[in-house]
């Protein structure tokens, strides 16, 4: 019998479900590992995925499930892959409960990690009040009162977002902002009030923020908070294995999800800078139609 499956996904949120979805229905032998650290586990809702809005991400991936069982030959392994070694055609994936796995192709699904900014009270707001993408929960605080903890260039990508959801928002800056003159001129011209005390705590009540406290004593009240987070690799696997990067850690791929490592692919937010489930699940598909061409081509071209 054959040791090898046709493809290891590591990651099983939309980009590596969607691809084990096409894979399966091109009767490929699959498994995917997950170790079922969604990025967007902390949220109640997920929004603007077509016919599916506002669903929960655990039922979203419960309906996945189910639909999978239809084909066989995808496998699901809940584990870590820690290490993989070998080339194009003869992966070998070791996971944290010491299983092996070897595969033809691999894809990596793996998701990027929000390293939590050190704020206290934030993690009782987050993904209930407190959300970092407009384009997920902005409709949700249309026209509220917000704060927006954010700094440096980035303070004016979130102010000119938020600002199609609403024109009530102050921004903080956690500690003293090194923005020029003419940035802040930029801010002033906007009506924007921003504060560049530290925070000392965000307050709330059961997730819902009221207010923000800074540490030279301001209350800021608020009803909702956009921040954004440091961003990280969800798994350092595809550097490892040579993989090129961008400085901030999206792997980077051709319009097919291919790599510069002959065999592995890669899908979802770990290779895009848009970050939207929908986004994710279609460079998922894009990712398993790929690589079942590849594998087709390579069966193909053996028998000439
Ligand atoms: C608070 C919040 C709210 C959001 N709301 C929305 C929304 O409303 N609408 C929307 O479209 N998008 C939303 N997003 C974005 C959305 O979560 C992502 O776009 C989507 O989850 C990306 O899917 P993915 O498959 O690429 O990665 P993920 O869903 O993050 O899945 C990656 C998986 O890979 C696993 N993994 C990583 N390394 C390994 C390894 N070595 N071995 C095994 N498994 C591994 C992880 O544990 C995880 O399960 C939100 C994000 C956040 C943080």
């Not at 069982?69 to 993989?84: C, L, M, N, R, W």
């Not at 917000?146 to 800056?173: D, R």
Request: charged letters at 20%.
């Amino acid at each position: 019998m054959e040791k090898h499956i046709d493809v290891a996904i590591i990651g099983g949120g939309p980009g590596g479900l969607n691809a084990a979805l096409v894979l399966g229905r091109a009767r490929k032998s699959v498994v995917v590992i997950d170790e079922r650290r969604p990025r967007n586990q902390v949220t109640r809702q997920s929004h603007g995925f077509l016919s599916r809005d506002g669903i929960s991400p655990s039922e979203l991936r419960r309906i996945a499930m189910e639909q999978m069982k239809s084909y066989p030959a995808v496998q699901f392994v809940e584990d870590t892959a820690v290490t993989i070694t070998g080339t194009d055609g003869d992966f070998q994936i070791t996971t944290a409960q010491a299983r092996t796995f070897w595969s033809k192709k691999l894809l990596f699904a793996v998701g990027m990690k929000d390293i939590p900014l050190d704020i206290d009270g934030l993690t009782d707001v987050y993904g209930i009040s407190a959300f970092i993408c407009p384009y997920c929960d902005g409709w949700e605080l249309r026209d509220q009162s917000l704060v927006l903890i954010v700094h440096g260039e980035k303070a004016f990508h979130l102010a000119k977002s938020l600002a199609g959801w609403t024109n009530q928002y102050t921004i903080c800056t956690n500690g003293p902002d090194e923005w020029t003159n003419e940035q802040r001129e930029e801010i002033k011209q906007h009506n924007i009030l921003t504060f560049e005390s530290v925070i000392q705590r965000i307050e709330s009540n059961e997730g819902v923020a009221h207010s923000v406290l800074l540490e030279d004593g301001t209350v800021i009240p608020c009803t909702g908070i956009f921040f954004a987070p440091k961003l990280a690799t969800g798994s350092d696997l595809p550097q490892a294995l040579g993989c090129q990067t961008t400085d901030a850690g999206i792997v980077i791929v051709d319009e097919f999800g291919k790599t510069n490592v002959p065999g592995i692919y890669s899908a979802g937010d770990v290779a895009s800078e848009l970050h939207l489930v929908v986004i994710a699940a279609s460079l998922g598909a894009v990712a398993g139609v790929s690589i079942n061409g590849e594998l087709l081509s390579e069966v193909w071209n053996s028998k000439i």
